[in-house]
């Protein structure tokens, strides 16, 4: 069955420093997501991207943040100057619509900020 | 805002025996809930969706109803075994016309053999 791959499983970095964290979605899917989860919390939106622009964003999904669809193929979180409280264990998801649609994760980038 | 709630305790249940768990949410009846389950470190893995026309749905050992008027979906698990333990998670949209879900905290469910 085909799956969402995130890269890498872990990332370890300085207070600071940007971070990219990659996602290759399912290849016939549209609509594309990220989520965190806080260790021990739930599952947090934010943000969804549909033909090639972001269309909703969490109030967490500030200017520090941002994503790309650079190829055809990922689609990337970025993260320009990370803090201590951005540790967590990000997902991305992709739905091959937007509606009434399930979401296939990825297995997550673990995230931790020193 | 829209919410979802779900037990955050632990249940712990013989095998053999059918876990119950329960989701409550918030305002607006959603047109439809999605039930997933996480195990420890990995991605969400979607089990079941119900739309609210639809009373009750069955996928093999699992049964997920919908009562709008309760706003309430209950997710059943019948003859559980050791495999099953992990943590379910209910999810909706936050609002109609949007493709934000949200999630509730989720039920970790201990299938003891």
């Known amino acids: 069955e085909p799956e969402v791959t995130q890269t890498p499983s872990h990332q370890v970095t300085q207070m600071g420093q940007e971070v990219i964290l990659r996602c290759v979605p399912i290849s016939n899917h549209l609509y594309f997501y990220w989520y965190r989860q806080i260790l021990g919390q739930k599952v947090e939106f934010l943000v969804s991207?549909?033909?090639?622009?972001?269309?909703?964003k969490s109030e967490i999904f500030d200017d520090q943040f941002s994503v790309e669809r650079p190829d055809g193929s990922n689609f990337t979180l970025k993260i320009r100057s990370t803090k201590l409280e951005d540790s967590a264990m990000y997902f991305c998801a992709s739905s091959v619509q937007g509606g009434d649609e399930k979401l296939f994760f990825g297995s997550g980038t673990q995230l931790s900020v020193l | 805002s829209q919410k979802i709630e779900q037990n955050s305790e632990a249940l712990n249940i013989q095998e053999g025996k059918t876990a119950t768990l329960t989701c409550n949410y918030t305002?607006?009846?959603?047109?439809?809930l999605q039930w997933y389950r996480q195990d420890p470190g990995r991605g969400p893995v979607f089990l079941l969706l119900i739309r609210e026309n639809e009373k009750e749905k069955r996928k093999e050992r699992l049964k997920v109803t919908f009562d709008t008027t309760l706003k309430q979906s209950l997710f059943h698990i019948t003859a559980s075994q050791p495999a099953d333990s992990a943590t379910y998670l209910c999810a909706r949209r936050a609002t109609s016309g949007t493709y934000k879900y949200i999630f509730g905290t989720g039920t970790r469910l201990k299938v003891l053999a």
């Open positions: 991207f549909y033909n090639n622009e972001i269309s909703e």
């Open positions: 305002n607006y009846s959603p047109a439809y």
